[in-house]
């Protein structure tokens, strides 16, 4: 009984396989589809789970972008969104998915770097453009020619924050807490020690905690007895808000120095008087006397009645840059056009400031150094 | 330093006794651990929180309110989860399963209900510290190991002395028997599934104040501590789970003070593995209980 | 027929295959009526020694994913031979226990490159698609080109691995050891006394289940170009388990058709995705209370045989009568 069974079910995967084999003809390598005039752009984000609160500010980043562009009619942009849950799996699918059933143009996204590492090769293969606008990790565009990013490498961010604190504070001897189990972090932390290193700054203990910990007691009391002249934490704003919390209660109250994970009204938020000598670098600063930062956190006020944070300005500026190439390019299906277009965005002046793809299709822009005063971020001078 | 790291500590690990209270009730009755008794406290956590924030009744209230949402999130997870598997003879592991679809859907409900954002307590007036020759105690620190050494202590008198307590020890020494002796055991059931989530839900708001931070996985990472020292302090066992969240509490802080603090979240689970060596029926377990029924 | 080969159903087509293991491997271990939470624990084993053995040894993957397999089996000796002493939720809590310690020592290790992950894991796809240029078929055969023969055989290469663990496992059933399996499913004790060594048949369905758990994660490993530490938490020992849960954990077409649908439900409810999770959990909760046994279960497997043979013997009878 069994085995005839077992025959049947091998005859019927036979029968699928060769069906799948036999069955391929025509193109497969098919061109972006035309619809109504708009260029069709992938977004992968994290929109659901944990994370959703980084995905739902890209989300509405984008969405504002996008009424903007589509409203001044040069070009049309239409955006189809796809959930990663920040799971890979998920991630591999909704790029399979953006790519050979939506047929889409270009790809926003995906919001967590290993997300990226996940799809990069495999979108890059297929020759789609993909434009992170949440990744800091290093070694994202080296996986190929495709392969973007509009948001400023932690490599490039940390060693202003650091040295501009250091002439301010004249830090000798520092301690460093960082997660862990965050890509990012861990990434940041790298980053640290190494201009640590480079400025001649000691490193007196080096601490560790995971995301979603709430409990830095016990770090921060062993930091406490080593007196160091400043705190550098690699996290995102949730932990870190918490470390700032605990160490001013533990007396720490020298000023604590940031990865981009504290750029972040929440920070301020849950933090409170706490947050104040926490110090970030970062190229969006809603403080900024410019007309189109105004312009932006007012209109993304009116929209989502919330301020704009980091992820909802890049995403913005994303697909501005997305829109400028795109209209360069002159085609709503030639992915190649555009690959080449992106590639020579420069002078573009956005909300995060200046902007232009260094060789390596990594932002060059510049730094703000800000630090938290009487609960609002402002430049560190 | 060692004896701040000793208050954080103990601070630490009564968060932990806290939880593992529920689940030790729980299985010392029903013979199940619940998996969803972590997303219950974190839904206790989020309501006290939303009564502190908007209805301004103080910490009083938010326990209060919490525990009460502890108590119906608990009486639905009997009814909906929980009775059906006893009517029919299913294995001993279709609770733990039934638990865990509980703790999923739970936790995202409170991701729609409530957002992945961490959210924290009002500053209420615990936010003073005191300093004892050095040593930094805050007041939210105080008035956490006090309820919790409390309710530990009431627990104990009340299942002890009351007529309630003692039918709630009968039926977890042998349902059939308690039955026969008049009591009605599907009542004493549903009370217990409350009075441990009401607890879960109590524990949520003092975990809350206690680490500022309240958020929908925090269940998963605190029912995961709750277990480790439901095993380390011996199933169903209240002593039990008091101690051995102390214990862990305490070791997780020294693991970070004298050890590398990169493997905390290795050390509950390691005793665990540890302990299934060396005593398997946990630290004050009795032979009789070992594994389950 | 064309968009059966496009890139997107082939992808979740090795999915499922990968997720079918999975199930099997559950099923292995739930044979005897343990329940182990660790599969995520033990996929991450294979997972990360099958990418290190192939990215940092060169080793070929032939090789490298067995002894992925076989690491995931030693470990499973650390944590089975305390915890099979004692009975069900013993197990569960403790393998769950050790998938969060492998999680954070995965964390911890510089070769495994902590939070980072492991990046530019060689893709199996792209090996075969190599080894067809090389064969000299580098336009690619009739109308496939050669990306997409690289794909067709990963999964042709997949699905004769399932079918390989599948026969196998059927195969088991009507074993000695498998009857000594069901017979510890159906009361241990009574085992126990009839003279089953219990524990020996028991630490081998742990271990079984372990090794086909190492072999899905070596194999996803390398159609995934990435693997990090998030990628085997809680919630993916959750998934897995499940599979098991769903289809049915009786027999061995259960696990796999769970895993099946449970990998195609979330891209059909690529719309509903925020309930996504609600949905999975009421499931859990549902199949407990209505159909513990899961879908299929021996009575199910019983009645369509019945039925489908009943239907035979009718269209006989038909086509004798016709030609009469």
Redesign the interface.
């Known amino acids: 009984m069994k085995q005839g069974m077992m025959k049947k079910l091998t005859a019927g995967l036979m029968a699928v396989s060769m069906a799948v084999m036999i069955g391929g003809c025509g193109g497969t390598d098919k061109a972006p589809a035309k619809s109504s005039g708009a260029a069709k752009m992938g977004v992968i984000s994290y929109l659901t789970g944990a994370g959703a609160a980084y995905g739902e500010s890209i989300r509405q980043g984008l969405e504002l972008a996008r009424d903007e562009i589509n409203a001044k009619g040069k070009v049309k942009i239409e955006l189809v969104f796809e959930d990663s849950k920040g799971e890979k799996n998920e991630a591999i699918n909704a790029a399979n998915k953006l790519i050979h059933k939506d047929n889409v143009l270009a790809i926003m996204g995906p919001t967590l770097s290993s997300e990226m590492f996940a799809i990069g090769p495999m979108v890059n293969q297929e020759g789609v453009p993909i434009m992170g606008t949440s990744l800091t990790v290093e070694g994202i565009t080296e996986i190929g020619d495709y392969v973007f990013r509009n948001s400023l490498p932690e490599s490039a961010a940390i060693p202003q924050s650091i040295k501009r604190a250091k002439a301010k504070y004249n830090l000798k001897k520092v301690a460093i807490m960082y997660s862990d189990n965050n890509d990012l972090a861990v990434s940041g932390y790298k980053t640290i020690q190494q201009t640590l290193k480079e400025e001649g700054i000691e490193v007196l203990g080096v601490e560790t905690f995971a995301d979603k910990n709430t409990d830095f007691s016990a770090q921060l009391t062993k930091i406490a007895t080593l007196k160091p002249d400043a705190v550098m934490v690699a996290g995102l704003y949730q932990e870190a808000a918490l470390i700032l919390k605990k160490a001013r209660e533990l007396g720490i109250n020298v000023p604590v120095v940031g990865n981009n994970g504290f750029n972040s009204p929440q920070l301020i938020k849950s933090a409170g008087a706490a947050a104040d000598g926490a110090v970030v670098a970062s190229p969006w600063f809603p403080g900024k006397d410019d007309p189109k930062v105004k312009k932006f956190i007012a209109d993304y006020k009116a929209k989502y009645n919330k301020e704009p944070d980091q992820f909802a300005a890049q995403a913005y500026d994303a697909l501005q840059i997305m829109a400028i190439a795109l209209e360069k390019s002159g085609s709503n299906t030639d992915r190649k056009k555009l690959r080449e277009q992106l590639a020579a965005v420069k002078d573009y002046d956005g909300v995060t400031g200046k902007f232009a793809f260094d060789a390596k299709r990594n932002p060059a822009m510049d730094v703000n150094v800000l630090v938290v005063k009487d609960g609002k971020f402002t430049e560190l001078k | 330093?060692f004896w701040?790291?000793m208050v954080?500590?103990i601070?630490?690990g009564s968060t932990y006794s806290l939880i593992a209270l529920g689940y030790t009730l729980i299985f010392g009755v029903l013979n199940i651990?619940n998996m969803a008794h972590g997303e219950i406290f974190m839904f206790g956590a989020f309501v006290g929180l939303m009564i502190a924030v908007h209805a301004n009744v103080g910490l009083a209230g938010a326990l209060l309110a919490a525990m009460a949402t502890g108590a119906v999130l608990g009486y639905l997870m009997e009814v909906?989860?929980l009775r059906?598997?006893r009517r029919?003879k299913?294995?001993?592991?279709?609770?733990?399963?039934?638990t865990?679809?509980?703790?999923?859907?739970?936790?995202?409900?409170a991701?729609?209900l409530f957002?992945?954002?961490?959210?924290?307590f009002p500053?209420v007036s615990s936010t003073q510290?005191f300093d004892l020759a050095g040593v930094?105690i805050?007041m939210v620190q105080i008035i956490i190991l006090a309820i919790s050494c409390g309710l530990m202590l009431v627990l104990r008198f009340w299942l002890e002395k009351t007529k309630l307590g003692k039918s709630i020890r009968a039926t977890s020494e042998n349902i059939e028997t308690a039955n026969l002796l008049g009591i009605d055991t599907k009542k004493i059931i549903v009370l217990t599934v409350m009075l441990a989530s009401a607890l879960g839900g109590g524990a949520g708001v003092l975990?809350g104040l206690a680490?500022?931070?309240i958020?929908?996985?925090?269940g998963?990472?605190m029912g995961?501590k709750g277990?480790?020292v439901?095993?380390l302090g011996g199933?169903g066992n209240i002593t039990g789970a008091m101690v051995g969240g102390l214990l862990l509490g305490v070791a997780?802080?020294?693991s970070?003070?004298y050890g590398?603090?990169?493997?905390?979240?290795?050390v509950?689970?390691?005793m665990?593995?540890l302990l299934?060596?060396l005593r398997?029926e946990g630290l004050f377990g009795s032979k009789e209980q070992?594994?389950?029924r | 027929m064309e968009f059966l080969l496009n890139p997107y159903y082939l992808q979740m087509a090795m999915f499922i295959i990968i997720n079918a293991i999975l199930g099997l491997s559950m099923y292995l271990t739930m044979s005897t009526g343990q329940l182990s939470l660790g599969a995520a624990g033990f996929m991450s084993i294979g997972a990360y020694v099958s990418a290190l053995l192939t990215m940092k040894a060169g080793l070929p993957l032939y090789l490298a994913v067995p002894i992925g397999g076989a690491a995931a089996c030693l470990l499973a000796a650390v944590i089975g031979l305390p915890t099979t002493r004692l009975r069900g939720i013993y197990l569960a809590i403790a393998t769950l226990g050790f998938g969060e310690v492998v999680r954070v020592v995965i964390l911890n290790l510089k070769v495994t490159n902590g939070a980072l992950g492991l990046s530019g894991i060689p893709s199996m796809s792209i090996m075969m698609s190599k080894a067809f240029i090389a064969m000299g078929l580098g336009d690619g055969l009739g109308p496939l080109s050669v990306r997409q023969l690289g794909n067709l055989s990963v999964i042709v290469i997949l699905a004769l691995l399932l079918v390989g663990l599948i026969l196998f496992s059927v195969r088991l059933n009507n074993s000695r050891l498998g009857r000594a399996f069901a017979a510890i499913k159906a009361d241990e004790y009574a085992a126990e006394v009839s003279g089953i060594d219990t524990r020996y048949y028991k630490l081998l369905a742990f271990f079984m289940g372990a090794f086909v758990a190492g072999i899905a994660g070596g194999l996803a490993a390398h159609i995934t170009f990435f693997i990090g530490p998030k990628d085997f938490a809680y919630h993916r020992a959750v998934e897995i388990l499940l599979f098991a849960v769903l289809g049915g954990s009786d027999t061995v077409w259960g696990p796999l058709v769970g895993s099946f649908i449970l990998t195609l439900l979330p891209e059909a409810l690529r719309f509903a995705t925020e309930y996504r999770s609600m949905i999975y959990g009421a499931i859990l909760v549902l199949m407990m209370a209505f159909r513990p046994q899961g879908l299929i279960s021996e009575e199910t497997i019983r009645y369509w045989r019945t039925k489908l043979l009943a239907k035979k013997a009718v269209q006989q009878e038909e086509i004798s009568g016709g030609t009469n």
């Open positions: 330093m701040q790291q954080n500590g601070t630490l651990v909906l989860a059906p598997l029919r299913v294995s001993e592991l279709a609770p733990l399963i039934s865990i679809g509980v703790s999923i859907f739970l936790e995202s409900l991701l729609r957002g992945a954002e961490a959210q924290s500053p510290v930094k805050s975990v680490f500022n931070a958020e929908p996985t925090m998963i990472t995961f277990l480790a439901l095993i199933l997780e802080i020294f970070v003070a590398v603090s990169s493997y905390r979240d290795a509950a689970f390691g665990i593995i299934l060596f398997p070992q594994g389950g």
